[in-house]
């Protein structure tokens, strides 16, 4: 009698019930382990371009150290923010002087500092600014961060045409090419870099609003993101020939949105229709000459025109054309998307046939479909040479920058 009470066996009514509970607590996990295991797996694809991207900026930053020792200078911010990022910091934090339109012409030489450099870096390093950082790390920062963004994004861009293990080689090419040390500087590259390939993505994916939104913000960052609109172009073009999709047309129409807004802004307060390429005429010496200069100026160094003239200031734009050149070739013999194929050639001919640019490392770099044409055709060794090669010439150009005081390479 004392002894307790056997249990009673569950009934086949009450068994099902608890089956039931079970799939029912089965599937209420399911979503929350699926959305784990995404997250996991979007930290996995980020993992190798940002530890690629964080030991290019590393040598860099240590290369930018030893040039200082060198120069018996301390300083590492004023180092950074030198060139063109002083500019960009003037812009954050005056902004576009309004000039008088009836002596707008005698007052074009006191805006050609600003005016000459687009608005959408100078805006984001004042917007960071509002954490409390001084507008200095407030540049550097927005500079890190869209490096490290447009990294990711090119690892993803290339994943999707080549394959994960060419996009691993591309991103370490793009991280270590000569040109990707101005992504440590107060310049804008970065952000351009970042919005070019999200334009170049999501064109490639036919996601047409996003492209042209993304092509606004590169040419509202540099003049030379307006050549996404030919992208844009080509795009829109063959979707409306090959699928009657007309939707695709808002890309080519939002693309150049950022660069007209400048120019017309530069119009309003001058009075004068194209007071931005008078800007760069008067203030920086710049207009086309459609490659007059850059084939003197190799030519010259080459002594193919005079005596060999060797310097810096001339070897880095002789292999950046051999680059260019090399690059190109792999590029059409790869055949991406042509959007990419136009806007490499865009970005590249915009800068051969400027007066005082050529094809610098920098220029080349945000021409990043030729660096990524190489990364997907050159393999194996001859990679691991390629890449070694390319991260002493990084090294030597940021000590250039350092120690000479030249402009940006």
């Known amino acids: 009698m004392g002894a307790d009470a056997p249990e009673a066996a569950p009934t086949p009514a009450s068994a099902e019930g608890q089956r039931g509970n079970g799939a029912a607590q089965s599937l209420a996990v399911r979503p929350l382990v699926g959305g784990v295991r995404r997250a996991a797996a979007s930290w996995r694809v980020a993992l190798v371009p940002l530890a690629v991207y964080a030991a290019s900026r590393a040598v860099t930053l240590i290369v930018v150290l030893a040039g200082l020792e060198v120069r018996g200078r301390a300083g590492l911010m004023g180092a950074l923010l030198r060139r063109d990022g002083r500019w960009y910091l003037q812009v954050a934090a005056t902004g576009y002087p309004p000039l008088d339109p009836a002596s707008a012409s005698d007052q074009l030489g006191n805006l050609a500092g600003n005016g000459a450099f687009f608005p959408l870096y100078p805006l984001l390093i004042r917007v960071t600014g509002l954490t409390g950082l001084s507008p200095g790390a407030s540049a550097l920062t927005v500079s890190a961060v869209f490096g490290a963004a447009a990294t990711v994004l090119l690892w993803l861009l290339v994943r999707h045409l080549a394959g994960e293990r060419a996009a691993d080689r591309s991103v370490v090419l793009f991280c270590f090419f000569p040109g990707a040390f101005v992504l440590s500087m107060a310049y804008a590259e970065p952000l351009m870099l970042f919005w070019s390939i999200a334009c170049l993505y999501a064109l490639v994916t036919r996601r047409w609003w996003t492209a042209g939104m993304a092509g606004a913000l590169a040419s509202a960052t540099r003049p030379n993101?307006?050549?996404?609109?030919?992208?844009?172009?080509?795009?829109?073009?063959?979707?409306?020939?090959?699928?009657?999709?007309?939707?695709?047309?808002?890309?080519?129409?939002?693309?150049?949105?950022?660069?007209?807004?400048?120019?017309?802004?530069?119009?309003?307060?001058?009075?004068?229709?194209?007071?931005?390429?008078?800007?760069?005429?008067?203030?920086?010496?710049?207009?086309?000459?459609?490659?007059?200069?850059?084939?003197?100026?190799?030519?010259?160094?080459?002594?193919?025109?005079?005596?060999?003239?060797?310097?810096?200031?001339?070897?880095?734009?002789?292999?950046?054309?051999?680059?260019?050149?090399?690059?190109?070739?792999?590029?059409?013999?790869?055949?991406?998307?042509?959007?990419?194929?136009?806007?490499?050639?865009?970005?590249?001919?915009?800068?051969?046939?400027?007066?005082?640019?050529?094809?610098?490392?920098?220029?080349?770099?945000?021409?990043?479909?030729?660096?990524?044409?190489?990364?997907?055709?050159?393999?194996?060794?001859?990679?691991?040479?390629?890449a070694a090669a390319s991260g002493a010439l990084l090294c030597a150009t940021t000590l250039i920058y350092v120690v000479a005081g030249t402009a940006i390479p």
């Open 225 to 386: 993101g307006v050549i996404l609109v030919v992208s844009c172009l080509w795009a829109a073009g063959v979707a409306i020939r090959c699928g009657r999709e007309w939707r695709s047309v808002v890309a080519p129409l939002l693309a150049p949105v950022g660069f007209l807004s400048h120019l017309t802004y530069l119009w309003l307060v001058t009075g004068e229709p194209l007071a931005w390429m008078t800007i760069q005429r008067q203030g920086w010496h710049e207009f086309v000459d459609f490659g007059r200069a850059t084939f003197v100026r190799t030519a010259r160094y080459l002594g193919l025109i005079e005596t060999p003239s060797f310097s810096a200031r001339g070897l880095l734009p002789t292999l950046g054309l051999a680059f260019v050149i090399v690059a190109a070739v792999l590029l059409l013999r790869w055949r991406p998307p042509a959007v990419l194929t136009w806007y490499a050639a865009g970005i590249i001919g915009l800068a051969v046939i400027a007066h005082t640019l050529g094809p610098r490392p920098r220029f080349v770099l945000t021409a990043f479909p030729l660096v990524v044409a190489a990364a997907v055709s050159v393999r194996g060794v001859a990679f691991q040479v390629l």
